[in-house]
């Protein structure tokens, strides 16, 4: 029996690789651990998961699952845990773990703790540090009861090194019949895209509200953006006046980073914009306001017009 189970994202080809995240926690919490991958035609994935030091990749391939339909995968984590007499069922937080793990949660009868950056032990007990007040606080929560649901914050776990011996691949049985069928796949929309992943570039160069229009964004921030080989990202008023998409919102609703490199482009710099860039090696803030609450957290700060800067700066970059 696994004490614990980490949900393994995928995009149907290839592991999300923050969601590998979750195996440190693993680690650190101790007993084995297995690796769930829930879809469709996952023998790829599943091979790709065997040196993590897992007991076991536990897959569950069904063509009712090739769509991640969040009331069908929560049928299928709750009863792979039930099986398995798992303890703790572990996730990466992302858009879709959100969705997912607090309706397994609630089938499980289960409490759940979320944004976990660490793991303390208390009198005896094992507690969960969850950052509070968008990253300004933090709590520690100590949880009853034999089984319960964490998702980290993969910023705050290092990478799992892979181990020398492959494990078994294991495949849970199921009926597929049983699922729930409230909600029903209609269609997918996939934005192509040669940047790198938002959550996974090791720059990442974002822009606020002062950019003005969905052009004006994508020449300075994208072009900047591409002359380092980074992702591009923005405020969530950024988003709101429709100048980037909603995946691309970085802070306390949207995703949070940790590259080695995070330029803001006139970005003042709310709380909850913050708390999503924390954990960035070295921050770059341009931005002509002297006092912009952004500055305070900046390794490197310039005050100036974004409009004059950011184009001399792209020219030098592709210049050498």
Not at 11 to 23: E, W
Not at 28 to 36: N, S, T
Not at 174 to 189: H, T
């Amino acid at each position: 029996m696994a004490e614990s189970l980490i949900l393994i994202e995928h995009d149907g080809q290839q592991v999300k690789r923050p969601s590998l995240h979750a195996i440190a926690l693993a680690r650190q919490l101790g007993g084995e651990y297995g690796l769930l991958v829930v879809g469709h035609s996952l023998d790829g994935i599943a091979e790709s998961l065997v040196s993590y030091g897992a007991s076991a990749v536990v897959v569950v391939d069904d063509p009712a699952l090739a769509e991640p339909l969040a009331d069908r995968y929560a049928a299928v984590i709750a009863e792979a845990a039930r099986k398995g007499g798992t303890k703790t069922i572990l996730g990466t937080s992302s858009t879709f773990t959100k969705d997912v793990l607090p309706r397994a949660a609630a089938l499980l009868d289960a409490p759940m703790v979320t944004d976990v950056v660490a793991v303390e032990k208390i009198e005896g007990s094992i507690c969960y540090r969850r950052p509070v007040n968008a990253g300004s606080m933090f709590a520690t929560v100590k949880v009853e009861g034999d089984r319960r649901v964490l998702t980290i914050r993969a910023t705050a776990f290092e990478f799992p090194a892979a181990t020398a011996a492959p494990c078994a691949i294991k495949r849970l049985d199921f009926d597929a019949a049983s699922l729930p069928n409230g909600m029903q796949f209609i269609s997918r929309e996939e934005r192509k895209s040669d940047r790198p992943d938002l959550t996974e570039a090791r720059v990442v160069v974002s822009g606020g509200r002062p950019l003005k229009d969905r052009e004006t964004f994508e020449r300075l921030v994208g072009g900047l953006a591409d002359v380092l080989g980074g992702a591009m990202g923005a405020t969530r008023a950024a988003v709101d006046a429709g100048m980037a998409p909603n995946d691309y919102q970085i802070g306390q609703t949207g995703k949070i980073v940790a590259p080695e490199l995070y330029i803001a482009l006139g970005i003042s710099g709310a709380i909850q914009h913050l708390a999503g860039i924390k954990d960035s090696r070295v921050i770059v803030a341009i931005n002509n306001d002297p006092d912009a609450p952004i500055f305070q957290m900046a390794t490197y700060v310039f005050v100036g017009d974004l409009y004059q800067v950011v184009p001399q700066l792209i020219e030098s970059i592709r210049r050498g």
